[in-house]
């Protein structure tokens, strides 16, 4: 019989501001703060200026405002996919679900490989089959939200049942299919996620060795600067000695002249 998960407490930093409830595709605002995107259309339609509601901080350039709708400045927001796997990630342990395979039993156990939840039967004969024998699959009541939220592939942000494949450069999304034919149709250059993440690591490579490079060159500079303030100091040590010498050789004629008997002043006799 399979156990019951225990409750999952309801973190506040995951509820939107404005309508209290988790978040919904989460915008990123400029000054830092998170809005639903539809509390964040809604709150700009019933504005006269483009502030955010929690800092009063302006989230867009004055000129940008007649030149695109607000539905178009919400959507240009990028969604804080973090954000929106945590809220995913507690929805599922929060609720109960059925097996995927049986769909009668109910589920105690997620594949966090590929994301499906099984009951114990099924999740015997999920871990058998060839393309699943490398899965991670572990027991609801073991895991947190940030373990699923880090390991399951991003949820799409609007179509939360389906994952993120694709990329939108002009709006900085990770989008489903279904967003790519519906709100990204007229975007020029959705890419497969795959590709951004190839294209990703290579700047990292390159990247990687330009800060390799810089880290040995930053090296010997200081280096470099280290023997030149030791030969300065040892300098600097050296016309110190120097100086006192001659200071000492000095004080030694002049006191050796003020005791002199030549160089005495005359004598009045009285």
């Known amino acids: ?83 929106a796997d945590l809220v995913g990630a507690h ?26 939840l099984f009951c114990e039967s099924c999740r015997k004969m999920h871990v058998k089959q060839k393309v699943a024998r490398n899965h991670t699959v572990e027991d609801l009541t073991s895991l947190t939200v940030d373990r699923v939220a880090g390991s399951q592939h991003a949820a799409c942000a609007v179509h939360t049942d389906k994952t993120t494949e694709l990329f939108c450069p002009t709006h900085g999304e990770s989008i489903c299919h279904l967003c790519a034919t519906s709100r990204h149709r007229s975007c020029p250059e959705v890419k497969d996620m795959e590709e951004k993440v190839k294209d990703a690591r290579a700047v990292l490579a390159e990247l990687a060795v330009t800060l390799t490079e810089g880290e040995a060159r930053l090296d010997k500079a200081i280096q470099q600067l280290d023997a030149h303030l030791v030969e300065t100091e040892k300098q600097t040590k050296k016309a110190i000695a120097e100086i006192e010498a001659v200071c000492a050789r000095l004080e030694k004629s002049v006191q050796g002249l003020s005791s002199s008997p030549e160089r005495a002043g005359p004598q009045h006799v009285l």
């Open 1 to 83: 019989m399979a156990t019951a998960a225990p409750p999952v407490p309801e973190p506040d930093d995951m509820d939107c501001s404005v309508c209290h409830e988790q978040y919904v595709q989460p915008k990123l605002l400029p000054c830092g703060h998170l809005l639903c995107h539809h509390c964040l259309l809604s709150w700009l339609q019933s504005q006269d200026q483009a502030l955010c509601p929690l800092c009063r901080c302006a989230i867009m350039d004055p000129e940008e405002r007649d030149q695109k709708s607000w539905q178009d400045v919400a959507d240009g927001f990028p969604t804080d996919l973090a954000m």
């Open 91 to 116: 929805r599922l342990l929060k609720q109960s679900h059925s097996c995927c395979m049986c769909e009668e039993a109910a589920a105690s156990c997620l594949c966090l490989t590929c994301g499906d």
